[in-house]
């Protein structure tokens, strides 16, 4: 996707800085309308997908998260339960409890483990959209940087070739 839209971006560069530039408006050019605005439009088109992409991890992040809490959950319900079965004796009693004790342990550092791996998945994945976007708006910061640089040296030769071709009276 980061790809199309800087394709999409160059294809913009392209046709602004071919444009000629209009009669004594150097600085201003004459490109086609429907051509920009269908660039334009698919360039609107392919940030909403990055940012899709960015909101789906999350979720998925999320659902992760919450069916490790469930199973967390199920967990310490079924611990619960083979203590409660155990009961008797007070050492069978207090193994039972151990165990159960630790099973609820290992479960919530699991759920924790799961949760700090989503979490770093997600903020990756999020840093790299980031970096693609704000890579694509230095692009056309820089292209419209050139452009202007472009029409003002076209400007110059203009007004010099004036000059010269009026020559002095």
Same mark, same amino acid.
């Given at each position: 996707?980061?790809?199309?839209?800087?394709?999409?971006?160059?294809?913009?560069?392209?046709?602004?800085?071919?444009?000629?530039?209009?009669?004594?408006?150097?600085?201003?050019?004459?490109?086609?309308?429907?051509?920009?605005?269908?660039?334009?439009?698919?360039?609107?088109?392919?940030?909403?997908?990055?940012?899709?992409?960015?909101?789906?991890?999350?979720?998925?992040?999320?659902?992760?998260?919450?069916?490790?809490?469930?199973?967390?959950? *199920?967990? !310490?319900?079924? %611990?619960?339960?083979?203590? &409660?079965?155990?009961?008797?004796? @007070?050492?069978? =009693?207090?193994?039972?409890?151990?165990?159960?004790?630790?099973?609820?342990?290992?479960?919530?550092?699991?759920?924790?483990?799961?949760?700090?791996?989503?979490?770093?998945?997600?903020?990756?994945?999020?840093?790299?959209?980031?970096?693609?976007?704000?890579?694509?708006?230095?692009?056309?910061?820089?292209? *419209?940087? !050139?452009?202007? %640089?472009?029409?003002?040296? &076209?400007?110059?030769?203009?007004? @010099?070739?004036? =000059?010269?071709?009026?020559?002095?009276?």
């Amino acid at each position: 996707m980061a790809n199309d839209v800087f394709y999409l971006i160059d294809l913009l560069y392209e046709m602004i800085d071919g444009a000629r530039s209009v009669a004594f408006s150097p600085d201003k050019c004459t490109i086609i309308r429907d051509d920009a605005l269908e660039l334009l439009e698919q360039l609107r088109g392919e940030l909403p997908a990055e940012l899709k992409k960015a909101q789906d991890l999350i979720r998925r992040r999320d659902d992760y998260v919450e069916e490790a809490k469930k199973e967390a959950e *199920r967990i !310490r319900r079924q %611990a619960e339960l083979d203590a &409660k079965t155990i009961v008797g004796e @007070s050492e069978i =009693a207090r193994v039972a409890r151990d165990k159960a004790r630790d099973m609820v342990t290992q479960a919530n550092d699991r759920s924790k483990a799961i949760i700090n791996v989503a979490n770093e998945y997600t903020d990756d994945a999020l840093r790299r959209t980031e970096e693609a976007i704000q890579q694509a708006l230095e692009e056309v910061r820089e292209s *419209r940087a !050139r452009f202007r %640089a472009v029409s003002r040296e &076209k400007l110059q030769a203009q007004q @010099s070739t004036r =000059a010269e071709d009026q020559g002095p009276k």
